[in-house]
């Protein structure tokens, strides 16, 4: 799972610094491979930092983290995998 093609939504591509694109994507590469099609990230700010809630239903997963950031973005996003591509978009996109 989440090992076809890649895909970003517009909405991603204008809201979303790329390095948060590959950390998110990296974040999925981490987990065991029992793995969630869906995979829910929810961007906040605290403070001065970026924090990440990544967290899954199926397993149950939940991890958060805090990343130095200039301009930190409060966003809700998904990882989805269909079975024939991956796709990053924001959750008003979906």
Not at 50 to 76: A, D, G, M
Request: aromatic share 10%.
């Amino acid at each position: 799972m989440f090992n076809s093609n890649r895909y970003l939504t517009c909405g991603i591509d204008s809201k979303i610094p790329l390095d948060l694109q590959l950390f998110m994507w990296e974040c999925v590469d981490q987990l065991p491979p029992e793995r969630d099609y869906l995979q829910v990230f929810d961007l906040e700010q605290v403070g001065t930092m970026q924090s990440i809630t990544h967290r899954s239903e199926e397993p149950e997963y939940r991890k958060v983290y805090l990343l130095p950031s200039e301009k930190p973005i409060t966003e809700k996003l998904y990882i989805i995998d269909d079975g024939d591509h991956c796709t990053i978009l924001l959750a008003s996109e979906y």
